[in-house]
C-alpha cells in the first residue's frame, strides 16, 4: 500500500496560482503512476492530470491543458501540481493518487488515494 499526503491548498483569485504537493509513502517502489483528481460540491470526482513515474508521460484534463503541470521528483516521492491561470471553476477538493499495476491508463487503475486538500477560487 502506497500513502500519499497531500498540501498547498489554499484560497486564490482568479488568475491566480497555487502548487499542490503529494508526498508518498510505504511501498513507493511499486508506484508505475501518479495522478491529481479534484472533486467540486455536488459533482463526481474527475481526473485532472497524471503522470508516469519512470517515463515522460503525462496525460491532462482539456480544460486544464495549458494552464496546469504535473511534475514529479523521484527522489523523494514528491508529485506537484502547478495551477496557473486560476478560475472558479477550479474550486475543489484536490485528491492524489496512485496507480500500482502497470498497464491502466487516463483516469483509471488509481488504487491509492490521499485525503484532499481544498482549493478555492474566488472571482
Known amino acids: 500500500q502506497v500513502q500519499l499526503v497531500e498540501s498547498g491548498g489554499g484560497l486564490a483569485q482568479a488568475g491566480g496560482s497555487l502548487r499542490l504537493s503529494c508526498a508518498a509513502s510505504?511501498?513507493?517502489?511499486?508506484?508505475?503512476?501518479m495522478g491529481w483528481f479534484r472533486q467540486a460540491p455536488g459533482k463526481e470526482r474527475e481526473f485532472v492530470a497524471s503522470?508516469?513515474?519512470?517515463?515522460?508521460?503525462?496525460y491532462y484534463k482539456d480544460s486544464v491543458k495549458g494552464r496546469f503541470t504535473i511534475s514529479r521528483d523521484n527522489v523523494n516521492n514528491t508529485v506537484y501540481l502547478q495551477m496557473n491561470g486560476l478560475k472558479p471553476e477550479d474550486t475543489a477538493v484536490y485528491y492524489c493518487?496512485?496507480?500500482?499495476?502497470?498497464?491502466?491508463?487516463?483516469?483509471?487503475?488509481?488504487?491509492?488515494w490521499g485525503q484532499g486538500t481544498q482549493v478555492t477560487v474566488s472571482s
Open positions: 503522470i508516469a513515474w519512470m517515463r515522460t508521460i503525462t
Open positions: 510505504g511501498r513507493t517502489f511499486s508506484i508505475d503512476r
Open positions: 493518487a496512485a496507480d500500482s499495476t502497470p498497464g491502466w491508463t487516463g483516469p483509471f487503475g488509481f488504487d491509492s
